[in-house]
């Protein structure tokens, strides 16, 4: 069961999201919020699983009130951040604050279930649009930076690069295994070691490094 927090400013938003989630077996609505510092009071008394924050709110703002919770909860609580506005600075922003995913807020009903389950198993996902705004601006920032020499990165292995490079174009890990043809046990280590090495704390960040190195094109992100 995953247990999940709603905070929306908009009631109707709000409850659209509460009634839809609550359509499914493996998901529980726990509470909800109108803004960003009752989310973080609800959070601390019920110890969701995962909350559902809007990026815009009063009082305090879904960024700073997933910060406190993730904080709080020691990684126990992920998050995933609302957006009407596709990328902004606050998608940055909700990235250090450690937010797993991005949704915008007129996904489909399937694309909101799907979201909510692979962050609450402990991945990172961004909606196929914001993904494609967020690497697009970090290229343009890092467009003065020479990109990696060709071959890879130092410290990783050539598979190992493979891998990053099969993430950063949105490759699920069973997608991965079947390009490479390995398992996908193989496919988590490869993950797990190379996230190690280079500081990474998921996908997200994978597709932002993979970018920044010049690993992908920018042109492979606009589809």
């Known amino acids: 069961m995953i247990r999940t927090l709603v905070a929306d400013d908009q009631a109707v938003v709000r409850t659209g999201f509460v009634n839809l989630l609550g359509t499914q077996d493996d998901i529980q609505v726990v509470a909800e919020a109108e803004d960003g510092a009752q989310a973080v009071r609800l959070a601390a008394e019920h110890r969701p699983d995962l909350v559902l924050l809007d990026i815009r709110m009063p009082h ?12 709080a909860s020691d990684g126990a609580t992920k998050a995933l951040m609302l957006t009407t506005f596709g990328l902004d600075e606050y998608v940055y922003e909700a990235l250090a604050a450690g937010a797993s995913g991005f949704l915008l807020k007129d996904a489909t009903f399937p694309e909101l279930l799907h979201a909510v389950r692979v962050v609450a198993a402990g991945n990172a996902l961004l909606s196929p649009e914001i993904t494609k705004r967020l690497v697009a601006e970090f290229t343009r920032q890092r467009a003065a930076v020479p990109p990696a020499p060709a071959g890879g990165i130092e410290g990783l292995t050539a598979r190992e690069v493979e891998v990053l490079v099969l993430i950063a174009q949105g490759l699920s890990n069973a997608e991965i295994a079947g390009r490479l043809t390995i398992t996908d046990h193989t496919v988590k280590t490869h993950i797990n070691r190379l996230f190690a090495k280079m500081g990474l704390r998921d996908r997200a960040q994978a597709v932002i490094l993979a970018y920044e190195r010049g690993l992908v094109r920018a042109a492979s992100a606009r589809g």
């Open 60 to 71: 305090m703002n879904g960024i700073d009130a997933a910060r406190e919770i993730l904080a």
